[in-house]
């Protein structure tokens, strides 16, 4: 979402903008496009009418943290399918950011990784925050666990604009001091 916003600002797009006038590339299916198509703002706050994730698409290994979003894209298909008029319900959907991030490479002509970085991180002064694992000390990472408690290896989502963020406690508390103090 902030990556968007820092779109909108530099004025390379606004939140009212159509999806599909942006990136007609994008497998998505609305049977009220042509009345109501989905918009910037729609996927940011899980109003598209897009599915979550399903299930299968969930367990869908990915190598590394640079796995392209179109691709991502490709895989969700069947969850960009939209369910009612966009607008007219709330839903929560990963893969609306899946798409706000593809938007992201596509109108700022960056892989989105290095956008954020650049765009959000960088200002902040968010210094121990990356989206990518590489160069990241095992050691300053918490570890996950399995249900019978054994420690998993870190698994990269190929949906990283919905939750890949790496980030520190303090690196946290400058974001969560940016959205207190409203930019």
Do not use: C
Request: charged share 20%; aromatic share 8%.
């Amino acid at each position: 979402a902030m990556g968007i916003l820092r779109l909108v600002q530099q004025g390379k797009l606004t939140l009212a903008d159509e999806v599909l006038q942006l990136a007609p590339e994008i497998p998505l299916s609305n049977p009220w496009e042509k009345s109501s198509p989905i918009r910037v703002y729609h996927l940011l706050e899980h109003t598209s009418g897009f599915d979550e994730l399903h299930l299968k698409d969930k367990s869908i290994p990915v190598i590394d943290d640079e796995f392209p979003l179109i691709e991502g894209l490709q895989i969700v298909k069947n969850s960009l399918k939209v369910r009612w008029k966009p607008g007219s319900r709330f839903a929560y959907s990963n893969v609306g950011y899946l798409v706000a991030g593809y938007l992201i490479e596509k109108v700022s002509g960056m892989p989105y990784n290095d956008f954020i970085a650049q765009e959000v991180l960088a200002p902040l002064g968010m210094t121990a925050s990356s989206l990518r694992q590489k160069g990241i000390p095992p050691s300053s990472m918490a570890p996950s666990y399995s249900i019978d408690k054994t420690e998993l290896p870190f698994k990269h989502i190929f949906t990283r604009p919905s939750g890949s963020l790496i980030s520190s406690p303090d690196d946290m508390a400058k974001f969560l001091t940016m959205l207190l103090n409203r930019g």
